[in-house]
């Protein structure tokens, strides 16, 4: 068996599409969806991340406003920012880029978002929500997944899921995704017992660890026919790779993702997707 390819580039193209056409129907009803970024320090891989963000924002018709702070910004200072922007009505989407500088709490400054504007997912608000299986604003990266198992029609009910990783960003929201989809879902981490067993049992992977170092996915870690889904991103050699051994691992799978050209992609496109929702809840809501 040789796995067939979940291609990202081809998903988070239709995903751009459709949303660059609801951005054309907003306009046409008086609305500018725009989408403020925030990036506190001067790490420059986050430099590069919120710099691809607007330019896909711009690629769709997203207005963007660009707020890059120093790294001895203070806490205060930023929850008053996060304050001033969920005042601004010409404002739809809030993106503050993680991770933060260390004097800084995270959790108290997302807090701070209006769970309306909160395009990344979060929010307490918006973390119950998607508890409670009513989630609008989703995190990226598990409502990407979602979108690329959709966009393949694979359909994953009664399938054992195992996720290797217990993170607010992509563990924990995709359990809850994968559960509504009727998978039965184990996350694991790096204290859990036995990892290969349970991956081998396992119909539907997902590995978000991004270190090869710590954890190589192989294609003898898997079942014959797996669904493999590849989030982590690292670099080896020089060149950006995945979680998984991708040579060894399509040999064995019946679906795989590519690194790069799979989940990364699919995670800026719903980023896109949540910045036309949030504006299309403020229209709403001014009515």
């Given at each position: 068996?040789?796995?067939?390819?979940?291609?990202?580039?081809?998903?988070?193209?239709?995903?751009?599409?459709?949303?660059?056409?609801?951005?054309?129907?907003?306009?046409?009803?008086?609305?500018?969806?725009?989408?403020a970024?925030?990036?506190?320090?001067?790490?420059?891989?986050?430099?590069?991340?919120?710099?691809?963000k607007?330019?896909?924002?711009?690629?769709?018709?997203i207005?963007?406003?660009d707020?890059?702070?120093?790294?001895?910004?203070?806490?205060?200072?930023?929850?008053?920012?996060?304050?001033?922007?969920?005042?601004?009505?010409?404002?739809?989407?809030?993106?503050?880029?993680?991770?933060?500088?260390?004097?800084?709490?995270?959790?108290?400054?997302?807090?701070?978002?209006?769970?309306?504007?909160?395009?990344?997912?979060?929010?307490?608000?918006?973390?119950?929500?998607?508890?409670?299986?009513?989630?609008?604003?989703?995190?990226?990266?598990?409502?990407?997944?979602?979108?690329?198992?959709?966009?393949?029609?694979i359909?994953?009910?009664?399938?054992?899921?195992?996720?290797?990783?217990r993170?607010?960003?992509?563990?924990?929201?995709?359990?809850?995704?994968?559960?509504?989809?009727?998978?039965?879902v184990?996350?694991?981490?790096?204290?859990?017992?036995?990892?290969?067993?349970?991956?081998?049992?396992a119909?539907?992977?997902?590995?978000?660890?991004?270190?090869?170092?710590?954890?190589?996915?192989?294609?003898?870690?898997?079942?014959?026919g797996?669904?493999?889904?590849?989030?982590?991103?690292?670099?080896?050699?020089?060149?950006?790779?995945?979680?998984?051994?991708?040579e060894?691992?399509?040999?064995?799978?019946?679906?795989?993702?590519?690194?790069?050209?799979?989940v990364?992609?699919?995670?800026?496109?719903?980023?896109?997707?949540?910045?036309?929702?949030?504006?299309?809840?403020?229209?709403?809501?001014?009515?």
């Amino acid at each position: 068996m040789v796995a067939r390819i979940i291609d990202g580039k081809v998903v988070s193209a239709d995903v751009k599409a459709r949303v660059k056409k609801a951005v054309e129907q907003l306009k046409d009803n008086g609305v500018q969806p725009c989408l403020a970024t925030v990036l506190v320090g001067d790490d420059p891989a986050s430099a590069t991340y919120v710099g691809s963000k607007q330019s896909d924002a711009k690629e769709v018709g997203i207005a963007t406003r660009d707020h890059r702070l120093t790294s001895t910004f203070k806490q205060s200072e930023l929850v008053e920012l996060m304050q001033l922007l969920n005042n601004d009505h010409e404002v739809h989407g809030i993106l503050v880029q993680l991770p933060l500088p260390k004097h800084i709490d995270e959790f108290e400054v997302i807090a701070a978002l209006s769970p309306f504007k909160d395009v990344d997912g979060l929010t307490p608000y918006n973390a119950g929500m998607l508890q409670s299986g009513m989630g609008v604003l989703k995190p990226c990266t598990p409502s990407g997944i979602i979108e690329l198992l959709d966009y393949y029609k694979i359909d994953i009910t009664g399938m054992d899921a195992v996720v290797v990783n217990r993170s607010n960003l992509v563990g924990k929201p995709l359990a809850l995704l994968l559960l509504e989809r009727n998978a039965t879902v184990t996350i694991c981490h790096s204290k859990t017992k036995d990892l290969n067993a349970k991956l081998h049992n396992a119909d539907l992977v997902v590995t978000a660890v991004g270190n090869r170092q710590r954890f190589t996915l192989t294609g003898d870690m898997i079942k014959e026919g797996a669904i493999v889904i590849d989030v982590g991103i690292a670099r080896l050699n020089n060149k950006l790779v995945g979680d998984a051994d991708f040579e060894s691992v399509k040999q064995k799978a019946s679906w795989v993702t590519p690194v790069p050209g799979g989940v990364g992609l699919m995670t800026r496109a719903m980023l896109l997707k949540n910045t036309v929702t949030a504006a299309s809840i403020s229209k709403e809501m001014s009515r």
